[in-house]
């Protein structure tokens, strides 16, 4: 399962409203020094997870968080669900490139579908 890079602007409040909605949530809140820490409890938990998991990390906040569902969802649902069109985000296979590309103000989120 690929990663996706959110290139539009979305109102933060806006995404984690829409999917707490239907998801369970838990946040790793994270400064400087423990932001490694919080990224690896993310993965982990997306990892371990037995239904669907998935993580988020925002620009200008510092949380990722985990969004979990006993359901599996296909990744264009969860774009669709904050009104986002094919276009406005594009698919990595990788982790580390969505979380880059917030950290280095190229996109506004990163959802983390695998961990692979």
């Given at each position: 399962?690929s ?5 539009k ?15 369970s ?5 994270f ?13 982990k ?39 986002m ?11 580390d ?5 917030v ?9 983390i579908?695998?961990?692979?």
């Amino acid at each position: 399962m690929s990663n996706i890079i959110v290139k539009k602007w979305i109102e933060p409040y806006v995404l984690l409203e829409t999917y707490k909605k239907h998801f369970s949530m838990q946040d790793f809140t994270f400064d400087g020094f423990s932001k490694n820490d919080a990224k690896s409890k993310m993965l982990k938990l997306i990892a371990d997870n037995k239904g669907f998991a998935f993580g988020l990390y925002m620009k200008n906040v510092n949380k990722f968080y985990v969004f979990i569902s006993d359901n599996q969802i296909n990744a264009d649902k969860l774009m669709s669900e904050i009104g986002m069109q094919h276009g406005d985000y594009e698919f990595n296979e990788t982790t580390d490139e969505p979380i880059a590309a917030v950290d280095f103000a190229k996109a506004e989120a990163a959802l983390i579908l695998s961990t692979l």
